[in-house]
Nanobody, 125 residues
Framework: VQLQASGGGLVQAGGSLRLSCGAS????????MAWFRQTPGKEREFVAA????????FVRDSVKGRFTISRDNTERTVYLQMKSLTPDDTAVYYC???????????????????WGQGTLVTVSS
């Protein structure tokens, strides 16, 4: 699976962005998909994940109520809708794919086999 993330950019605090991650291959629907983020000098951290069929998802506490993950298996794309952005959300955002069983939502970075190239989100104060 090859992943291509897009949608990052510069936004003012309180604004919104939607990240997209398109996947190649015909097995997209077999993967749990996730978004991670990383800022310079810090470890990459989990942001959100969604199960194969999109029926289950999980987001980290600090973005709960502000970020929503979704997917379109027909379009082989996963999205991260971000609203009420703060400067603390500034990071490079990566999408990732993990082999999973039906309904499984994976938060562990070590389980992810495929990674996109990252897209930079900068939130100005």
């Amino acid at each position: 699976v090859q992943l291509q993330a897009s949608g990052g950019g510069l936004v003012q605090a309180g604004g919104s962005l939607r990240l997209s991650c398109g996947a190649s291959g015909r097995t997209f629907s077999r993967y749990c998909m996730a978004w991670f983020r990383q800022t310079p000098g810090k470890e990459r951290e989990f942001v959100a994940a969604i199960s194969q069929g999109g029926t289950r998802s999980f987001v980290r506490d600090s973005v709960k109520g502000r970020f929503t993950i979704s997917r379109d298996n027909t379009e082989r794309t996963v999205y991260l809708q971000m609203k009420s952005l703060t400067p603390d959300d500034t990071a490079v955002y990566y999408c990732a794919a993990a082999r999973a069983v039906s309904g499984e939502v994976i938060t562990s970075e070590a389980r992810y086999d495929y990674w996109g190239q990252g897209t930079l989100v900068t939130v100005s104060s």
